[in-house]
């Protein structure tokens, strides 16, 4: 038997060896996490701002979670749809109750909770609003993400995850992000069934729309009787500073898509959430998953849709968030472009002339902070919500370090 792995480039070198490598990860093998906190194998500590994608709102190891996670583990795990489990109608009424909706469809990962609404949009055309079968019409937004599966990257304008993984599926059409009179013109066309977005767009850069964006697309989409489905993968469950950054403009989508925190960073969940005449669609054999709405990602689900019941990770998004926000503005002479942020999730665009985002994500973990880069210049911060102010202000303080390293 070969020796385990022991130090930093051990590891890296056998998951190079061994895994494919669709990914490109900063050079830390990380083993265990606390909190804001994850520690590599060499003791290192570094604040997570990276968060799991936020899929760790509330933090490593949260004990709310840990101990509904052992308990349910210790009762039972897994049973497949084909029979009942005692958590799921408790987790499904709760997260109802939280998004305030009749029904909800429990999957694994978010790009399943997508490929649902895509379908759910689809069959809720052909039934309800009397399209042809076969000739429903999605709309999406330029610069989306959601997910990786074959139908969801058909409709993606990122050339990388998209090269060579055609023939791809039809029936979406792309408008630009942020322009409401486009999203009416493309409404114009009878067939069109459903409009999905992200209410930010993480991947693309913490992308916020213009304010009135969001009530803009709820009227058309009502006015089309076309389904609003808000992607809330990324930007729901507190991150924002609210329950569903939709709240920020008061409007309440068809459709919640749920997932990353959903799971409590501890299990895959996601769900789609939606008013009972339009999940009704969905009827046995349609659509299913052997591992969706297991007890144990149930269990954690509903400790998960308890905690935002308290209100207090919102406002920690919202406190924390001002924090950063103040701090993030002082850096704008800095080799910072720009800064868009919302609660406690922030986009910053880098002078390409300091360096990339990545460069400046590699000096960040040289100062014990973890974050990633993503379209070249940009790198995201999602700190966990439970983050301190004087955890912020380390945050803050290795991004001075780190942009002083790049000048
Ligand atoms: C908005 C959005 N939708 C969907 C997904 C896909 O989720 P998953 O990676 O769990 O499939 C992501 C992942 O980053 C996302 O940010």
Redesign the pocket.
Known sequence: MPQPPSTTPDHIGVVERWAAHNYHPLPVVLTSGSGAWVTDVDGRRYLDCLAG??ALNFGHGHPRLLARAHAQLDRLTLTSRAFHNDQLGPFARDLCALAGKDVCLPMN??????ETAVKLARKWGYRIKGVPEGRAVIVVMEGN????TTTIVSFSDDKVAREEFGPFTPGFVTVPYGDASALRAALADDFVVGVLL?PI???GGVVIPPVGYLREVRQACSSASVLMMA?????GLGRTGETFACNHEAVVPDVY?L??ALGGGVV?L?AVVADADVLAVITPGTHGSTFGGNPLACAIGREVVAMLGTGEFQAGARERGAQLAAGLEALRNRGVDAVRIRGLWAGIDLDPAIGSGRALCERLLAHGVLAKDTHGRTIRLAPPLVVSAAEVDLLLGALDLALADLA
């Open positions: 994608y936020s990962t978010g790009a399943e909770a997508v993400f959601h997910g990786r992200e767009q993480g991947e992607d809330e993968i990324q930007s898509i997932g990353k895959p996601s």
